[in-house]
């Protein structure tokens, strides 16, 4: 599995604490399956995160990673706030694309519901080269999450879900429903620190998953779509 989400990067955001913290989170997704992890730092006003300093930054943890003997591979990203987009560079955006390829940004929402404003941004970047992969929906829902979601996706963008949020979903819960209406495309652990909060695991996330979506639907939401959006190559839901 690849989560394309988390905060692994030791003292640089509000992740990891420290080196040995993340020694710790990369730990726990091994024993969970993830093979690799897409460290994605908080890109927005409140966190001083040097953008141009992240490629080096997971070169360094990777170093650690391996000398420990731990099988994960972390590749570089960032979570992009949606009220920093439009300040950014294309050599920026390029910066903090998922897998340092170019192709997707994982983008972050303004507080609140999802709205139109998400919606032109989207678009705003897909001029620009760049597509949307929309992080943890689940905090942003309204009564008209549904069609928000379905106009988002008919723009180009992919959503992705935090992974404990579904692995905690009751049977009926509206995120089971929109999954097997193919409104859910990728999970992500949004894991902060192995001392608490969401840990660095995706496999009961899928796992939930499974009671309404295929083997085949899984496959491609765990690896095929995660390995297409590290390339930047686009992505077509199934």
């Known amino acids: 599995m690849i989560d394309l989400h988390c905060h692994i990067l030791p003292d640089l955001d509000d992740g990891s604490l420290d080196l040995q913290d993340s020694l710790a989170m990369a730990r726990v997704a091994e024993q969970d399956g993830i093979t690799v992890i897409c460290a994605t730092p908080h890109i927005r006003g409140d966190h001083n995160v040097r953008i141009e300093e992240i490629a080096e930054r997971v070169a360094g943890l990777q170093q650690e990673l391996t000398e420990g003997g731990l099988g994960v591979r972390i590749v570089p990203g960032g979570e992009l706030a949606a009220g920093e ?14 897998g340092g390829n170019g192709g997707w940004v994982l983008l972050e929402p303004a507080p609140g519901q999802l709205g139109v404003e998400l919606e032109d941004l989207a678009r705003r970047l897909a001029a620009r080269g760049m597509r949307s992969i929309i992080a ?56 902060h620190s192995s001392h608490g909060g969401r840990p660095v695991r995706l496999a009961a996330g899928f796992a939930r998953l499974a009671s309404v ?22 992505v077509t839901p199934p």
Do not use: Y
């Open 85 to 98: 987009a439009d300040r950014m560079t294309d050599q920026e955006l390029r910066l903090v694309a998922l």
């Open 136 to 191: 943890h929906p689940e905090r942003h829902a309204g009564a008209d999450i549904e069609e928000r979601l379905k106009r988002l996706i008919d723009d180009g963008c992919l959503v992705q879900w935090t992974a404990e949020f579904v692995a905690e979903a009751a049977p009926g819960d509206l995120v089971l429903r929109l999954a097997g209406d193919g409104l859910v495309h990728l999970l992500g652990s949004d894991a």
């Open 213 to 234: 979506c295929s083997a085949e639907q899984i496959e491609w939401m765990s690896q095929r779509a995660p390995r297409a959006i590290l390339r930047g190559e686009a």
